[in-house]
């Protein structure tokens, strides 16, 4: 089993998300859940790769639900200084966050795609 503390720690460690630990357990509990049916084997389950790519899946959806729950405010004025946050960027970086962690983690993980084409001769 994908250790679901561990995850937690790379989630912090990596992208520094707002909240308490329990509040982001359950979204390293979720990522770890529906990573292990893909993984291959029971061997690798430790493997810093698998525990990367739960933390960026844990992430991903944190973002998604900021953006849900934002109502729309991307930007924040205190004085003169302004802080804006585009919530396309945020859903774009944490995308390519979890594609980069994915392509890490591809041979670890089993390969159950099928592509049917037609092939032209």
């Known amino acids: 089993m994908i250790d ?6 790379a989630l912090r460690e990596y992208y520094s998300p707002e ?27 430790s493997d810093a790769r ?3 790519l739960a933390a960026a899946m ?6 998604a639900k900021k953006v849900r729950n ?3 405010v991307t930007s924040f004025k205190a004085g003169d200084v302004t802080v804006s946050v585009s919530a396309s960027a945020l859903m774009e ?4 966050e ?11 993980l089993k390969d159950e795609e099928f592509l049917f ?3 032209r001769i």
């Open 19 to 45: 909240g308490t630990d329990e509040e982001l357990a359950p979204l390293c509990t979720m990522a770890v859940n529906e990573l292990l049916p893909r993984v291959k084997s029971e061997s690798v389950h």
């Open 70 to 72: 934002s109502d729309g």
């Open 93 to 96: 970086h944490a995308e390519k």
């Open 98 to 108: 979890r594609s980069h962690a994915m392509l890490a983690a591809v041979p670890l």
């Open 4 to 9: 679901c503390l561990s995850v937690l720690s």
């Open 117 to 119: 084409k037609q092939v």
């Open 58 to 63: 844990a992430n991903y959806r944190l973002c």
């Open 50 to 52: 698998l525990v990367g």
